[in-house]
Antibody, heavy 120, light 107 residues
Framework: EVQLVESGGDLVQPGRSLTLSCTASGFTFGDYSMSWFRQVPGKGLEWVAFVRSKAYGGTIENAASVKGRFTISRDDSKSIAYLQMNSLKTEDTALYYC???????????WGQGTLVTVSS | DIQMTQSPSSVSASVGDRVTITCRANQGIDTWLAWFQQKPGKAPKLLIYTASTLHSGVPSRFSGSGSGTDFTLTISSLQPEDFATYFCQQAKSFPLTFGGGTKVEIK
């Protein structure tokens, strides 16, 4: 079964850092590009970051709202995608999902999400 | 950035009804459009990709159409398990962007 499991969400103070992990199983992780999305509960979806597979250079894309603060990376040997989040702001509070890109940035499946709360 | 406008924002329908949701992009995106279903407390699930390709395991009562700027998701005969929120997402270019969602409620 193809599965993604996010972890690392927590309550943190503004300005602090946090790293989220997305552990994949059931497929050859290195063959796929990966994305992070976020959603304030009860609200819409926002794309956060994207990392290409090594076959496509392993390059990354970031949303403007997180550029310079968040860094996506991947460890194909461990089948894990990461989201390093620095200088967190209250507006970063959301449920963070990782997802596998199956066709030109269209994603499936999504993990169950991990909650990040930024508050003093 | 490509803006996605979804309508209606909510629809009340009965089991067996045909439901149509539209999504409009403010610039052409070819057929790089995906549709997702999301139930409360759950992650989004991919229904349709590349505008009209039914994702594996998705019931055939779901269908998608359109190209360029105007797209449609149709549920041909609404079932009890289809009451949820639906989102469109453009996959043409970064930043990836979503429509605001359509909540399908029980009439």
């Amino acid at each position: 079964e193809v599965q993604l499991v996010e972890s690392g969400g927590d309550l943190v103070q503004p300005g602090r850092s946090l790293t989220l992990s997305c552990t994949a199983s059931g497929f050859t992780f290195g063959d796929y590009s990966m994305s992070w999305f976020r959603q304030v509960p009860g609200k819409g979806l926002e794309w956060v970051a994207f990392v290409r597979s090594k076959a496509y250079g392993g390059t990354i894309e970031n949303a403007a709202s997180v550029k310079g603060r968040f860094t996506i990376s991947r460890d194909d040997s461990k089948s894990i995608a990461y989201l390093q989040m620095n200088s967190l702001k209250t507006e970063d509070t959301a449920l963070y999902y990782c997802a596998r890109s199956i066709s030109h940035h269209q994603c499936d499946p999504w993990g169950q999400g991990t909650l990040v709360t930024v508050s003093s | 950035d490509i803006q996605m406008t979804q309508s209606p924002s909510s629809v009340s329908a009965s089991v067996g009804d045909r439901v149509t949701i539209t999504c409009r992009a403010n610039q052409g995106i070819d057929t790089w459009l995906a549709w997702f279903q999301q139930k409360p407390g759950k992650a989004p699930k991919l229904l349709i990709y590349t505008a009209s390709t039914l994702h594996s395991g998705v019931p055939s009562r779901f269908s998608g159409s359109g190209s360029g700027t105007d797209f449609t998701l149709t549920i041909s005969s609404l079932q009890p398990e289809d009451f949820a929120t639906y989102f469109c997402q453009q996959a043409k270019s970064f930043p990836l962007t979503f429509g605001g969602g359509t909540k399908v409620e029980i009439k």
